[in-house]
């Protein structure tokens, strides 16, 4: 266990209460989203000063996080392993979560050199809007109950550093309240096969103001998370001797986090699955709905394109010819992932599939996620014809560790890598990377 006092603590939460987080009427930052109190959270005046300075300061309270795997490593010690496990774990034998990770390694970058890089720009254009690099955070359901108010901490740490944020329907707080705080953020359906309820939904949606909606295809029904029942895990929570203890010896999460909710924001609860509110995360007397999702079609996906006049987007594909079928319903883009592998185990990894639908997406937006973890994934993507990507659990440790602070500076982290690995591998623009820049290599180990 850490030992130092309090100044020294490299993990210190530095979220104030959330609904100094809600406030949309703020001026843009001028330091690239270094005023930390502006984003409603409390630093040392010493912090605060040297992100004023440099955007590259990194604060010293977050002095050992220099790598997206850190903010895993931390988050363990951090949260209760029920808690981490939720967000770390695969299903059955994490063959998917492992195969999604390990494709990245089946390729090797070759490097043009004695170019002149010093022109380099991460800045990519997805759906009109430019965004300062090619990666967003996707959806995640239940932020909020792993990091204080997580989906607006997402939010604004998205908005501070002009990149997306895709609010799940499974989040805990209002899509009112995240649009506010947020006004660029996606929002993720779990849709039933029922129009009547999806149709409803997007009323909600629309009305808010979004623009993009992403349809989830690959949860017709819940994968088997067997590690949720092993560390105790369950939704709704039961308060069992396991849960009570391993709550009680992660104080930090147990106050800051779920104490802090409860006191201030009452009992969470499942706020977006339908067009009016779900029920409370942690009702004994309450089943998160789930009805009909093993219903949703094709069809329901050409009604939703006709009612729906912003962007639309399907999650969870991975065979080509279903992405042909999207298509054909008139989507603006898909998503390739394997939910993190956490659906369907064994299923393949998105970017072994990428190239051959890639080859053939005209004006179709591919986006990637699901096992990336550095510049040097996101470039490989890029080379293997991805427009964009998306990633879930660095970032969701990162709020769970630091608040918006720390979801800045892994944003900022996988950024700097994305703009160092640029002038390694001899680009100015990411448009330029392409397959002849890779090599396959065999799978070790």
């Known amino acids: 266990m850490y030992r130092g006092g309090p100044e020294e603590d490299p993990m210190a939460t530095l979220d104030r209460p959330a609904s100094e987080l809600r406030t949309p009427e703020r001026a843009a930052p001028t330091n690239g989203g270094a005023d930390a109190t502006a984003a409603g959270i409390a630093a040392p005046q010493a912090i605060v000063t040297s992100l004023k300075r440099s955007d590259a300061v990194t604060p010293y309270r977050f002095r050992d996080l220099l790598a997206l795997d850190d903010f895993e490593r931390h988050a363990r010690k951090r949260l209760p392993p029920m808690i981490f496990q939720y967000v770390a774990g695969g299903v059955e034998t994490g063959s998917a979560l492992a195969q999604s990770r390990g494709a990245y390694a089946d390729y090797a970058l070759l490097p043009r050199l004695m170019r002149d890089t010093s022109g380099r720009d991460t800045a990519t254009t997805l759906f009109g809007q430019t965004y300062a690099a090619p990666f967003g955070i996707g959806p995640l359901g239940g932020a909020a109950f792993i990091a204080y108010r997580g989906d607006l901490v997402l939010a604004e740490a998205a908005r501070r550093m002009n990149l997306p944020m895709c609010l799940s329907a499974s989040s805990l707080i209002k899509l009112e309240d995240v649009y506010a ?20 939904l997007l009323d909600r949606v629309e009305a808010t103001g979004y623009r993009t909606f992403v349809v989830t295809a690959d949860t017709p029904t819940l994968g088997n998370r067997e590690h949720n029942t092993r560390s105790g895990f369950s939704m709704p929570i039961k308060v069992t001797p396991k849960v009570a203890w391993q709550s009680a010896t992660h104080p930090r999460w147990l106050l800051g986090t779920v104490a802090r909710t409860f006191l201030q924001h009452g009992a969470p609860h499942f706020e977006n699955t339908e067009a009016t509110r779900g029920p409370p995360m942690m009702s004994q007397g309450a089943v998160r709905n789930t009805i009909a999702r093993d219903q949703l079609s094709w069809k329901n996906l050409e009604a939703i394109r006709k009612r729906w006049s912003g962007n639309l987007l399907v999650k969870g594909l991975l065979a080509p010819e279903d992405v042909e079928i999207a298509r054909s319903c008139g989507v603006d883009g898909v998503i390739l992932s394997t939910h993190g592998g956490r659906q369907l185990d064994y299923a393949v990894a998105p970017l072994d599939v990428l190239p051959e639908i890639a080859a053939r997406k005209g004006g179709l937006k591919i986006i990637v996620d699901s096992g990336i973890r550095r510049g040097t994934d996101v470039m490989k993507a890029l080379a293997l014809g991805a427009d964009f990507v998306l990633l879930g659990r660095p970032f969701m440790f990162a709020a769970a560790l630091g608040g918006v602070a720390g979801v800045e500076l892994a944003m900022r982290i996988l950024k700097e890598e994305l703009d160092r690995d640029m002038a390694l591998i001899g680009v100015n623009r990411l448009s330029e990377l392409n ?11």
């Open 181 to 200: 705080q947020n006004p660029q953020a996606w929002f993720q359906g779990y849709l039933p096969g029922d129009q009547n309820r999806i149709d409803r």
């Open 435 to 445: 397959p002849d820049f890779l090599r396959r290599v065999p799978r070790r180990g």
